[in-house]
């Protein structure tokens, strides 16, 4: 049986977690808290916070769901008690690629990120629909990076982190880096960003007096269709109109060479600012 000691279990994401593992019995799941929230979120669960040390040191995988900003000071305690040959997972590339994260020649290191459930993903029921995190009902698929190790320690990652989020639709194995492009820069730096302008235009727009309902509809119908177009989902385009439009606002929206935050050295930067306080 698999030991492993979740770190940060009450947070979030560790609550998550917690949530998946608590329906699993092929893990031996100590539970590490020490927020009040995060105690008594797990206490919600029926579930005891386990004792630090004698759980690190007893684990096959250690899981750090723990915020950015603290990751590194959390891994210089933690990691250190690990026996060797143990698995270190990682939630999100920042730390790793900013080098924050303690390490050991003598432990596995592995990151493991979700994608979360696709906007075109068919869900049978409303409940499953809603499911917008994934790790509940909805299908999402995992990227998942062997940062430090062996093969083996990258295998018992993969499986660890196909059970902590299921259900999985599919298990993409890519490079650090890699999924640093992803994360943060493809879908923080970029599309969080645009949707955020997006709403803000939103917000605009109400106050020019357009009706709330009418606005929420015709925009969100709108983003549908637009991103199934631009991604295939559909063997359509836009209208004439619309491509003169666009050809038109995107000089006024983005500044020339907006593409260097794909640049490793531009992500850096981005990792930076994340772990840093």
């Known amino acids: 049986m698999t030991k492993i000691a979740l770190v940060g279990a009450g947070g979030k994401m560790g609550c998550r977690l917690t949530d998946n593992f608590l329906k699993m019995s092929e893990y031996q799941v100590n539970y590490l808290e020490v927020s009040t929230q995060g105690i ?16 690190i040191i007893a684990a096959d995988v250690v899981i750090l769901s723990v915020p950015d900003v603290a990751i590194g000071k959390i891994s210089e305690e933690i990691i250190p008690l690990m026996k060797s040959g143990a698995l270190v997972l990682t939630l999100d590339p920042a730390a790793p690629l900013d080098g924050v994260i303690y390490h050991r020649d003598d432990l596995g290191y592995v990151i493991a990120h979700p994608c979360h459930p696709s906007v075109f993903n068919w869900e049978p029921t409303e409940a499953n629909f809603r499911d917008f995190y994934g790790g509940i009902s909805a299908k999402q698929s995992i990227v998942v990076a062997l940062m430090f190790g062996t093969e083996a320690h990258y295998q018992i990652g993969e499986k660890v982190a196909k059970d902590m989020y299921q259900p999985v639709k599919e298990v993409h194995r890519i490079t650090l880096e890699q999924m640093a492009i992803l994360e943060p820069a493809m879908v923080e730096t970029l599309a969080q960003t645009c949707m ?16 709330e309902a009418a606005a929420r509809d015709f925009v ?13 989902e559909v063997n359509g385009t836009f209208s004439d109109a619309a491509y003169k439009i666009s050809k038109r606002a995107k000089p ?24 840093n306080k």
């Open 252 to 275: 006024l929206l983005f500044q020339e060479g907006w593409q260097k935050i794909f640049e490793m050295d531009d992500i850096r930067e981005q990792v930076r600012n994340i772990t």
């Open 220 to 232: 969100l119908g709108h983003l549908r269709i637009q991103i199934a177009v631009l991604f295939k």
């Open 196 to 211: 955020e302008v997006v709403k803000e235009g939103y917000d605009r727009i109400i106050a020019l007096g357009v009706p």
């Open 40 to 55: 008594a979120n797990l206490a919600q669960r029926g579930v005891s916070v386990s004792e630090q040390e004698s759980s």
